[in-house]
């Protein structure tokens, strides 16, 4: 098996719909919001697809307007295919995307009743700064807030600077993590 992480596309709307309301339920994404999240990635978001032979497995979303911080706005891989690491590169490719924009650190909410998710973040190295009390709707239900700070990538001349250019196109991964994430 081998999975490729790749900017998401307006053709990947209809799986992504399927993974996010067979995970998420009624507080699913809809399809007027995630089309506006693509719509937006000229302006500071970044949302990728973990495709396996042409089969949308999972989905994450960065937001990283400037200003040194960057958020993670959705993450999540097929039930099916949980323990296989994909969370795991979902989450570094985040990460490393906010290193390349030159973000300091990287917040995220994820629900206090997420277990999974929040062993997969803690593992990646974020930690818990606060709680949003009912932010998932409808269900109420409290979210964790959770930090990581990211260091820089070194720049052309190994000063630490940020590259300006970023990475297109697709990158390969093989599973090596038993790890995966979801919002």
Same mark, same amino acid.
């Given at each position: 098996? /081998? #999975?490729?992480?790749?900017?998401?596309?307006?053709?990947? &709307?209809?799986?992504? &719909?399927?993974?996010?309301?067979?995970?998420?339920?009624?507080?699913?994404?809809?399809?007027?919001?995630?089309?506006?999240? #693509?719509?937006?990635?000229?302006?500071?978001?970044?949302?990728?697809?973990? @495709? *396996? @032979? /042409?089969?949308?497995?999972?989905?994450?979303? &960065?937001?990283?307007?400037?200003?040194?911080?960057?958020?993670?706005?959705?993450?999540?891989?097929?039930? *099916?295919?949980?323990? @296989?690491?994909?969370?795991?590169?979902?989450?570094?490719?985040?990460?490393?995307?906010?290193?390349?924009?030159?973000?300091? *650190?990287?917040?995220? @909410?994820?629900?206090?009743?997420? *277990?999974?998710?929040?062993?997969?973040?803690?593992?990646?190295?974020?930690?818990?700064?606060? &709680?949003?009390?009912?932010?998932?709707?409808?269900?109420?239900?409290?979210?964790?807030?959770?930090?990581?700070?990211?260091?820089?990538?070194?720049?052309?001349?190994?000063?630490?600077?940020?590259?300006?250019?970023?990475?297109r196109g697709g990158r390969r991964w093989a599973?090596?993590?038993?790890?995966?994430?979801?919002?």
């Amino acid at each position: 098996m /081998s #999975i490729a992480l790749r900017p998401m596309s307006r053709r990947d &709307l209809a799986a992504v &719909l399927v993974l996010e309301g067979a995970l998420f339920g009624a507080e699913a994404w809809t399809e007027g919001m995630l089309s506006a999240e #693509i719509a937006g990635m000229r302006s500071g978001r970044y949302y990728l697809v973990a @495709e *396996d @032979e /042409s089969q949308v497995v999972g989905y994450a979303g &960065l937001l990283a307007a400037g200003g040194g911080q960057a958020d993670v706005l959705t993450m999540a891989v097929a039930q *099916d295919r949980w323990g @296989e690491g994909i969370g795991a590169a979902l989450l570094g490719e985040l990460i490393a995307e906010a290193a390349r924009r030159g973000c300091r *650190d990287v917040f995220l @909410e994820v629900r206090v009743d997420n *277990d999974r998710a929040q062993s997969l973040y803690r593992r990646h190295g974020f930690t818990e700064v606060g &709680l949003r009390r009912g932010y998932y709707q409808p269900s109420g239900t409290d979210a964790l807030v959770m930090r990581r700070a990211v260091a820089s990538e070194p720049g052309p001349s190994g000063t630490g600077a940020t590259p300006k250019a970023r990475k297109r196109g697709g990158r390969r991964w093989a599973p090596s993590q038993n790890a995966e994430g979801t919002r």
